[in-house]
């Protein structure tokens, strides 16, 4: 049994800030590469950052000095910390992991944020 559970996501003003958590049932974080993803409606999916099995960590442009990935292998949680919150960052919010960063086939079902001006 392999499970991601977000939360975290909520309502917040423009400037703002929200942690992710994103939760692992049945396997270990430290062996696989793992992502948050971001959808808001009508548009598609895009990646938000990831982290390694080896510790790298990569972000998407738009959220470069504004968003920090991080896991706690002894609590098998991925973080997002997100500041400086957007309006257009407005999503629902998706971890994701995989044997490799290019194949993250395992998701949860998402966490909401919305950001108001």
């Known amino acids: 049994q392999v499970q991601l559970v977000e939360s975290g996501g909520g309502s917040v003003q423009a400037g703002g800030s929200l942690r992710l958590s994103c939760a692992a049932f049945g396997y270990s974080y430290s062996s696989y590469c793992m992502g948050w993803f971001r959808q808001a409606p009508g548009k598609l999916r895009e990646g938000v950052a990831h982290a390694d099995s080896d510790g790298s960590t990569s972000y998407a442009d738009f959220v470069k000095g504004r968003f920090t990935i991080s896991k706690d292998n002894a609590k098998n949680t991925l973080y997002l910390q997100m500041n400086s919150l957007k309006p257009e960052d407005t999503a629902m919010y998706y971890c994701?992991?995989?044997?490799?960063?290019?194949?993250?086939?395992?998701w949860g079902q998402g966490t909401l944020v919305t950001v108001s001006s």
């Open positions: 994701a992991s995989g044997w490799d960063c290019n194949n993250l086939n395992t």
